[in-house]
């Protein structure tokens, strides 16, 4: 089987040891200590790549959150292209024409500025070599819960890009990692340009309670590793060509709830949306449920699927892999028989796969495989619910007071870091 076809079966040993390593690691954040902080309130962190925020990259903003943090910290992220790729501190200055890279003018590189690495390399002697530049990627760690990252924009999440180009491993290779309980993405695009011929994520989600609002996230293998915990996925545009979002976390994917089911067509298509850019009938999802009494799953509400050529809605990663999808157009991109076992049958007899009043050239129930369902009322209804993640408990509106970043700064002091 050819590396394109692996799609998120990466390698299982990389998949157990991270499960576990999760599970030692990670701080015990329960439903009840989440409840506890305040919703309306959060320190305030900017990033602002011309110098005029509290940092310059984000990884330096998530790393000024102190371990195992119990209040709201909402990271603000100026426009621009974020490429976590940052020079390491030289054994000489150098001196620098004055010249615009990524909005910043720079005048001159000392020990004391960090200046990104394709600013500086024009400049550089051949001799010096590439270990000049500190190749970074966005991680949230497992003992900083509560964070959100945002755009300013939420028309436009182009205007905050963090990008990378990285392939060959799903779990390693991703643009960005949550491994912290309670995360909030806003109004951001994350990529992995890396392109075909490798697993090449762009958002990897391993911690409990995240949520992602007006999101692009774009790559073409596994895009989104939606890996373990409960997940909400609200307006947000994912583009991938082959297992594009795959893992085992139990996810709702929907159009606002502000959108009218009844009006669907006119208030909310498009708002959630999964583009296909498989050419060969490549997999939308490949979730990877492996037993029967996991509670996880993706439920998909109210969104569209639209692609370049023929593609699948799902195929298991795992024997007892569960998708819906609900009130979801689908485009002429779509097989008629839908889904696939992966080459196992014994993958039919476990697998759950349904869809309910779906409409759209492709969701046609006419030749779907014979082992999927198309589900009743009764049935589908608990995957039209927030209630499906326990979200009510959990998910939380805007903060709408700020206090200035410093309060972290005396916070680091107390916890003695």
């Not at 089987?1 to 329960?30: D, E, T």
């Not at 900017?46 to 790393?63: E, H, K, L, W």
């Not at 759209?360 to 619910?385: D, H, I, Q, V, Y």
Request: hydrophobic letters at 35%; glycine letters at 8%.
């Amino acid at each position: 089987m050819g590396m394109s076809q692996l799609g998120c079966c990466s390698i299982v040993v990389i998949f157990f040891l991270g499960a576990v390593a999760a599970v030692f690691m990670a701080p015990v954040i329960n439903a009840a200590d989440a409840a506890s902080v305040d919703p309306s309130t959060a320190i305030l962190i900017t990033v602002d790549q011309s110098g005029r925020g509290d940092y310059q990259t984000i990884q330096d903003a998530i790393d000024a959150v102190p371990s195992n943090n119990t209040e709201l910290v909402f990271i603000s992220i100026k426009p621009g292209v974020y490429r976590q790729a940052y020079s390491l501190s030289l054994s000489l200055s150098l001196s620098l024409p004055e010249t615009a890279c990524d909005g910043v003018k720079t005048m001159a590189h000392t020990r004391s500025k960090k200046l990104p690495c394709h600013c500086i390399k024009p400049y550089l002697s051949l001799s010096l070599k590439e270990t000049t530049c500190n190749w970074k990627k966005a991680v949230v760690p497992v003992d900083k819960p509560f964070i959100t990252l945002s755009g300013t924009n939420a028309t436009s999440t182009a205007n905050t890009i963090i990008t990378w180009s990285d392939g060959g491993n799903t779990f390693q290779s991703a643009t960005v990692t949550i491994l912290a309980s309670d995360f909030v993405g806003r109004y951001l695009t994350i990529q992995n340009t890396y392109g075909s011929g490798a697993q090449a994520v762009a958002l990897r989600v391993s911690g409990d309670r995240a949520a992602f609002y007006a999101c692009r996230i774009l790559s073409y293998q596994d895009t989104l590793l939606d890996d373990s915990g409960r997940h909400y996925f609200s307006n947000c545009y994912i583009e991938g060509a082959t297992d594009f979002i795959c893992g085992n976390a139990l996810s709702l994917f929907e159009a606002s709830p502000a959108c009218s089911t009844r009006h669907f067509i006119h208030t909310c298509i498009g708002k959630c949306h999964l583009h296909s850019s498989s050419k060969n009938g490549g997999a939308v999802t490949a979730q990877s449920r492996s037993s029967p009494t996991d509670n996880t799953g993706y439920s998909f509400f109210r969104c569209r699927i639209t692609g370049k050529g023929p593609a699948l809605l799902g195929r298991p990663w795992r024997p007892y892999s569960r998708v819906v999808f609900a009130y979801t157009y689908m485009s002429s991109a779509i097989v008629p028989r839908g889904w696939d076992d992966w080459g196992d049958s014994s993958n039919q007899r476990t697998v759950f796969y349904g869809q309910y009043n779906c409409f759209g050239p492709g969701a046609k129930l006419n030749g779907r495989a014979t082992w999927t369902r198309a589900l009743s009322s009764g049935e589908a209804a608990p995957f039209m619910s927030k209630s499906m993640i326990d979200g009510e408990t959990w998910l939380r509106r805007p903060p709408t007071h700020f206090r200035k970043a410093s309060t972290l700064a005396a916070q680091k002091l107390v916890a003695g870091r």
